[in-house]
């Protein structure tokens, strides 16, 4: 079957937010990834915001990786140097296989934008329990940037020749 003739595969994401000042008022970049998940066709099941702490992030990773129901977890936020980020510690222990490529192009497409400063950024991504966990920065223009440029192809099916929707799937 051709990538033309597979059809579409609404995938159920989870939206974790770290950071210390955000509500559910003002978390503009969780917004962000909600809007373009659902604009993109997939199903937002679960969203919640968490300070920057590495165990209280582990523990909503940890307990969405754990549910059958939820096949992405995105997290926005503590991907850069300072002493508070702390969301890579927090989630590469969890993943089984990380995905070094994500992170990679991430700072590729960010080096457009803002030159050299894209350095600082720690994000990353992986595979656990045949869950996609992704984690990206904090700013809307950096989440926005992550899903136009790989999150949205990625989570589609009928990209080819390969996409993280089929582990994601278990296809």
């Known amino acids: 079957m051709s990538a033309s003739e597979r059809e579409f595969v609404p995938l159920a994401i989870a939206v974790l937010t770290v950071s210390d000042t955000r509500s559910a008022a003002d978390d503009r970049s969780g917004q962000v990834l909600a809007e373009l998940a659902g604009a993109a066709g997939h199903q937002v099941v679960a969203r919640e915001i968490v300070v920057d702490d590495r165990y209280r992030i582990r523990e909503v990773?940890?307990?969405?990786?754990?549910?059958?129901?939820?096949?992405?977890?995105?997290?926005?936020?503590?991907?850069?140097?300072?002493?508070?980020?702390?969301?890579?510690?927090?989630?590469?222990?969890?993943?089984?296989?990380?995905?070094?490529?994500?992170?990679?192009?991430?700072?590729?497409?960010?080096?457009?934008?803002?030159?050299?400063?894209?350095?600082?950024?720690?994000?990353?991504?992986?595979?656990?329990?045949?869950?996609?966990?992704?984690?990206?920065?904090?700013?809307?223009?950096?989440?926005?940037?992550?899903?136009?440029?790989?999150?949205?192809?990625?989570?589609?099916?009928?990209?080819?020749?390969c996409n993280l929707a089929e582990l994601a799937l278990g296809a």
């Open 61 to 161: 990773v940890s307990r969405w990786i754990a549910q059958p129901e939820v096949q992405v977890v995105i997290t926005t936020g503590g991907t850069g140097f300072t002493e508070r980020d702390v969301t890579p510690e927090a989630v590469r222990v969890l993943l089984d296989r990380e995905i070094p490529g994500f992170g990679e192009y991430f700072r590729q497409l960010s080096q457009e934008k803002i030159g050299t400063s894209m350095l600082q950024s720690r994000v990353l991504a992986g595979i656990a329990n045949r869950t996609l966990v992704a984690a990206l920065p904090g700013s809307p223009g950096a989440c926005r940037d992550g899903w136009t440029g790989i999150l949205a192809q990625q989570l589609d099916v009928r990209h080819r020749p």
